[in-house]
Every structure is written in C-alpha cells, then in structure tokens.
C-alpha cells in the first residue's frame, strides 16, 4: 500500500481510434487534438497536476509514435500492438503502476482547471482494495455529451443503477490492482470491473462541482472552444 501522503500515479486511456472525431483523427490521435490550442491529453494532465499528480503512465496504439513523440520519454507509455480496450489496456500497464489505489483517466473529458479539487474527495472516498470511485457528472453540467446519464448517486454516496440522482461518469475513476484478479488477458471494457464492483456494493461516487467538457465528436469540440472563448 502507498504512503497516505504519497499522490497516486495516473493512467492516462489514450489508445483509441477516436473514429467519432474524424476527420480530424485521420492523421492524429484523439488525444493530441488541440482544444482551444491545447491538446486534449493536456488537459486532462492538468486537472491530475492541479492536485498533485506527478506520475503519469498512459497506453498507446492508434498512430502511437506521436503520442510517443509528444512526451518524449517523460511519461512511460504501454505500447499496444493489438488494441486491449480500457481494461486490458490498463491490465497491460499495471506493472508501470507504482501506486496502489492509481487514478486511470479517460483523455477526452476534463473540466477547468483550479475550479474544484474532485480527486481529493475521491481519495478520501477510497475504502480499500475492493472500492472503485467514479468520478460522477451532473447532466446539467455536462457538455458534448449525448445520453441522459449513466447510472445513479445515491445520498450515501453509493453508484446505483437506478436509485438516487442521475449522473454521467466523468472518465476519472480511482482503484486498486486487486480489481482485476480475474480478469482476462486479451481486450476488456473496465465496465466490466465496474459492474462487478456495483454488484459488491463497493462501487462509490464523488460529484464534480465544475462544468464538464466531453470531445467526443467535432460539434462537441466546436462547443467546447466557444464556451472556452477559444
């Protein structure tokens, strides 16, 4: 286990083909497009930074020589020569993984950096090796994004399918190595650790109190950059 003072290493999820955002990834990878100048993966890394964060890991395989390129050699990154998904992908990079719990971010949502510190309140969530914590999104505070929500929060703090309020999961989630005992070697969703965590009851929730930009697509990040003021 990690020393309670010690900030938990970030996985980066940058291996995908990001196709809803074509053209644009046609020559670059859906974490390297500029949002308002700034590459999404970027951003994201601010958030983490902002915190604390000052380790990251990510994947790559979807043109990986530019993400490879763009940190060059200051962020270890697990190559995938056959795409693994979320779960895979991280199961692969775990033994680049220092930290026990580690934050895995998605790499095309964040919110404004300095605005709120959600993953402090997801640290202080964090139980213990069977917890999952969800970085969890009011609709109303979302934008890019296409469905009503996810799942729901209930006032304990628990994710549940459907009681509690409406929430959308914001790409950020915090937990341990011991999740994926069990899990296949080859591709998997981390929905799949997830799920199993929901049905454990130990699948918990923090609420973002900022606005959330999701670029899922080009007319999402065109309305990302106007509210930006980019």
């Known amino acids: 286990m990690e020393k309670p003072d010690r900030f938990p290493d970030v996985m980066l999820l940058a291996a995908g083909l990001g196709t809803r955002l074509r053209p644009l990834t046609e020559t670059m990878p859906k974490p390297l497009v500029p949002v308002g100048g700034v590459p ?23 043109l990986a020589d530019q993400v490879l390129a763009h940190f060059g050699g200051l962020v270890k990154v697990s190559r995938e020569e056959t795409l693994l998904d ?12 220092h930290s026990d719990p580690f934050l895995v971010m998605n790499t095309d949502a964040f919110w404004p950096t300095g605005v709120d510190r959600p993953l402090a309140r997801m640290r202080a969530r964090y139980g213990g090796q069977e917890d999952v914590v969800l970085l969890c999104i009011q609709p109303g505070r979302a934008t890019g994004f296409g469905r009503s929500h996810d799942f729901c929060l209930d006032p304990m703090g628990r994710v549940t399918p459907d009681y509690g309020a ?38 918990k929730g923090v609420v973002l109190d900022a606005p959330w930009f999701h670029v899922g697509d080009p007319a999402a990040l065109a309305q990302v950059e106007e509210l930006l003021g980019a």
């Open 166 to 203: 409406p929430v959308i999961y914001g790409g950020v989630a915090l937990m341990g190595a011991d999740v994926f005992r069990d899990t296949p070697d080859g591709a998997f969703s981390l929905t799949k650790i997830f799920d199993r965590a929901l049905e454990g009851e130990t699948l």
């Open 86 to 97: 979320t779960g895979g992908g991280l199961k692969r990079a775990l033994p680049m993984l």
């Open 40 to 62: 999404l993966i970027e951003r994201v890394m601010a958030n983490a930074r902002e915190e604390g964060a000052k380790r990251f890991v990510a994947n790559a395989h979807y």
